[in-house]
């Protein structure tokens, strides 16, 4: 079978739910997953903003999203709380929820500042600190249309980082209508708290347009996943101690197995390499 045709099963495998690839670095997750947004939008009209910290994995033009105020203050608790457990800071969980009050983020900013006058008010500042990496990113406005049909987002490993991938997951649950695929490669290298990286991938269980690449083998189950998931080749020393041995032993080097709900299959990483170049010139032209 072609590796154009081994894809195209993965996709109608998958239908409208998320997927995870696994493996170490430069094993082709994000060869593998690029090339299935790529054939998704070919076949399917689906648009990609794609998420990394390495520029030189730019798919399509380089922008700074844009997401809706409303979307971030209804959800903003969840949005801090991946760096920070605010659940621990009554003060800062009391002036989180006073978000849902202003109607923009300049407001919300400023009512801040007003408080963080008071040298005492040591909550307000705090805040102030920790929403103000959000400010490049947020509009007053519902978004509609699209701007381009392939967008590349770069960011730092950083806490801003943390942010602003956050906030795009949470921006697909608000606006699970649109006919955009989000692919976020890799969040593991953001100052993520585990069981908040683990809560993350709960969220996107939910979200049909949300596909996340990870680097890690050892502390993930596919159980515990329950989603499809593309496992690629792993080292000797990686098979041998982590938990998916079995699986990882019937893969080659340069092979990926893809665990689905209906399908396993092999796909072999240079021919998918091959391809997504194939795919891009495509969209590019």
């Known amino acids: 079978m072609s590796i154009d045709k081994k894809l195209a099963r993965i996709l109608i495998d998958l239908g409208d739910k998320p997927l995870i690839v696994i493996g170490p670095p430069g094993s082709g997750k994000t060869t593998i ?78 009512y801040l500042r007003y408080l963080s006058r008071n040298p005492r008010n040591v909550h307000a500042l705090w805040l102030l600190g920790r929403m103000m990496p959000l400010r490049d990113i947020v509009t007053d406005q519902d978004l509609n249309g699209e701007v381009s049909k392939v967008t590349t987002i770069l960011i730092g490993k950083d806490i801003k980082g943390t942010y602003i991938t956050t906030a795009l997951i949470i921006n697909s649950m608000c606006q699970q209508g649109t006919n955009n695929l989000l692919i976020l490669d890799d969040i593991t290298i953001l100052p993520i708290r585990e069981d908040a990286l683990l809560r ?29 998931t593309i496992i690629t080749s792993h080292s000797g020393p990686a098979k041998s101690s982590s938990r998916l041995r079995d699986i990882l032993s019937r893969i080659k080097p340069g092979e990926a197995l893809y665990m689905g709900i209906n399908e396993e299959l092999k796909i072999k990483i240079n021919e998918t390499r091959e391809l997504r170049n194939k795919l891009l010139n495509e969209t590019k032209t």
Do not use: Q
């Open 33 to 110: 997953v690029t090339t299935l947004g790529l054939m998704r939008l070919r076949l399917m009209g689906s648009s990609i903003t794609y998420v990394t910290h390495k520029p030189s994995d730019v798919l399509g033009a380089v922008m700074k999203p844009l997401i809706p105020w409303k979307c971030i203050r209804d959800n903003l608790f969840l949005i801090l709380d991946l760096y920070e457990e605010l659940s621990a800071r009554l003060g800062i969980s009391l002036l989180v929820s006073m978000a849902y009050r202003y109607k923009t983020y300049n407001n919300y900013i400023k």
């Open 200 to 228: 993350i991938i709960r969220m996107t269980r939910g979200i049909t347009n949300t596909w996340i690449i990870l680097h890690s083998i050892g502390k993930l189950s596919i159980e515990d996943l329950n989603t499809p």
